[in-house]
C-alpha cells in the first residue's frame, strides 16, 4: 500500500490563459488581474465571510492556490447578466491544473485506446464546496438535474454572488451598471449572445432579472443534454474508427451521412450533394483521430496519482 502524501500533486495550479482567451469585457479582464495582483482569499470579505462559516480558521496554503486558481477561471466565463458562470467544473479544474489521472485509468486507456480516462477533480471540488461556504458562489440543490440516461448529474449550474464581486474590491453599483449595460447591449443589437435562452430584444426588456435567470436555468439543462446525446454518439463514433484502418473511414462517413439524412437523401437529384456531405463527415472524423491523439498527449503531462 503507497505512503500516504499530504503534498498536492500539482502544488502550483495557475490559469494562464493566453491574450485571446482573456474575455473581450474590460470589466472581466480587470477581475483576472485583480487576482493576479492581490490574493482574494486573505481580502478582508473574505475573512469576515471565513467566520460565518464551520471553518472560522485561516485556509491551507494548497487549499488557498486551489480556491485562486478556480477564481481566476470564473472571472474570465461569467455573465455579466445572469452571473452564471458558464464553464463546468470539470473544465475549470483542467483548465487551470487542477485535475489529475491516476494510474488505474491511464492503465485502462493503454488497454482499450477507445476509453476515456476520467481524471480526478477532488481538488477542485473541495476548493468549489469552500467558495459556495464562503457565500462566494451559490449552486442551489433545485437547479440541479439528474440525467437518468446518463446515471450521472449533469454540469452542475452555478452563479456567483454580490460577495464575489466584493470580495474583488467592486462595489454593488458598479456591478448592477454593468449588468444594465450588457441588457442594453443585447437589445439594442438585437441579438442574445451569450445567453443560452433565445429570447428577443422584446422579451429582454420586459423580463426582471429572474425571469431571464430562470429561462436560461430552462435552456441551460436542454443545451447539456443536446452535448451529452453529441458525446455518446462521439464516443461511439470514435470506438468504431479506432477499430478500423484510416483508408476505412470514408466507408464510416458514408454510414453516418445516410443515418442522418434518412429519407431526406431520395431529395438529392444527384449524388454530389451526398458526396460533399460525405467529404465533410470525413474532415470531422479525422479531426476526431487527431484530437484523441492531441488528447493523449496532453494527458501525458498531466501529474498522475497512485492508487
Known amino acids: 500500500m503507497p505512503a500516504f502524501k499530504s503534498r498536492a500533486k500539482n502544488p502550483n495550479p495557475e490559469f494562464n490563459p493566453s491574450d485571446e482567451q482573456l474575455s473581450k469585457m474590460v470589466f472581466l479582464k480587470n477581475l483576472y488581474l485583480k487576482n493576479k495582483d492581490k490574493n482574494i482569499i486573505d481580502s478582508d470579505v473574505v475573512v469576515f465571510l471565513r467566520h460565518g462559516t464551520e471553518r472560522s480558521k485561516a485556509f491551507y496554503p494548497d487549499r488557498v492556490r486551489a480556491m485562486r486558481a478556480l477564481l481566476d477561471v470564473f472571472s474570465q466565463h461569467i455573465n455579466l447578466v445572469t452571473h452564471q458562470v458558464k464553464i463546468s467544473i470539470r473544465n475549470a479544474s483542467d ?7 491516476s494510474d488505474a485509468e491511464l492503465e485502462k486507456e493503454k488497454l482499450d485506446p477507445s476509453y476515456t480516462p476520467q481524471p480526478n477533480i477532488t481538488r477542485a471540488s473541495r476548493a468549489f464546496k469552500d467558495l459556495v461556504d464562503l457565500g462566494i458562489c451559490v449552486a442551489d440543490k433545485s437547479w440541479q438535474v439528474w440525467a437518468k440516461g446518463e446515471h450521472q448529474w449533469i454540469d452542475k449550474y452555478f452563479e456567483v454572488t454580490p460577495l464575489f464581486f466584493k470580495a474583488f474590491g467592486v462595489n454593488p453599483e458598479t456591478v448592477d451598471k454593468h449588468r444594465t449595460n450588457r441588457i442594453n447591449y443585447l437589445i439594442k443589437s ?3 449572445k ?3 435562452a433565445n429570447l428577443s430584444p422584446e422579451q429582454l426588456g420586459e423580463m426582471s432579472i429572474t425571469e431571464i435567470k430562470l429561462h436560461e ?7 447539456v443534454f443536446e452535448r451529452l446525446r453529441e458525446k455518446r454518439h462521439a464516443s461511439k463514433t470514435k470506438r468504431d474508427i479506432l477499430k478500423l484502418e484510416n483508408k476505412n473511414l470514408r466507408k464510416v462517413a458514408q454510414e453516418n451521412v445516410v443515418k442522418k439524412l434518412g429519407d431526406r437523401i431520395l431529395q438529392f437529384t444527384s449524388p454530389e450533394p451526398f458526396i460533399a456531405l460525405v467529404n465533410q463527415e470525413l474532415a470531422l472524423l479525422r479531426r476526431l483521430v487527431e484530437k484523441d491523439r492531441i488528447d493523449k498527449q496532453e494527458r501525458s503531462k498531466i501529474p498522475s496519482v497512485t492508487t
Not at 95 to 101: D, E, F, I, M, P
Not at 217 to 223: F, G, L, P, Q, T
Request: overall charge positive; some cysteine; hydrophobic content about 30%.
Open 217 to 223: 436555468r430552462m435552456a441551460y439543462v436542454r443545451k
Open 194 to 196: 451569450g445567453l443560452d
Open 95 to 101: 483548465a487551470c491544473g487542477l485535475s489529475t489521472y
Open 190 to 192: 438585437g441579438s442574445s
